[in-house]
């Protein structure tokens, strides 16, 4: 696996979560890193990346309530989530660009109101 996610679960609104993506060392540091996620009746959407030299950017409904990072130490992007709402369920899919898209296989995330 090259991809690895994990850290979602279920949590209360307003809560919080930490998504983990461990990547290979092949895989990590590709021109663009993110998150993205697809939610129930909806297309696959940007939650947040990481491009080139740490320039992040998000979805306009993250609202700063969302904070991407990565170790390079680790080969691992994180994406830190708080005041976690009911419309935040998803899955929630890393992924790395380089040549080709390599995503991972997903983590749940739900968000009971």
């Known amino acids: 696996v090259q991809l690895q996610a994990s850290g979602g679960g279920l949590v209360q609104a307003g809560g919080s979560l930490r998504l983990s993506c461990v990547m290979s060392?092949?895989?990590?540091?590709?021109?663009?890193m993110g998150w993205y996620r697809q939610s129930p009746g909806k297309q696959r959407e940007m939650v947040a990346i990481?491009?080139?030299?740490?320039?992040?950017n998000y979805g306009d409904f993250v609202k700063g309530r969302f904070t991407i990072s990565r170790d390079i130490a680790k080969n691992t992007v994180y994406l830190q989530m708080n005041s976690l709402q009911p419309d935040d369920t998803g899955v929630y899919y890393c992924?790395?660009?380089?040549?080709?898209?390599?995503w991972g296989q997903g983590t749940q995330v739900t968000v009971s109101s």
């Open positions: 992924l790395s660009r380089r040549a080709v898209d390599y």
């Open positions: 060392k092949t895989i990590f540091g590709g021109n663009l």
């Open positions: 990481i491009i080139g030299g740490g320039v992040t």
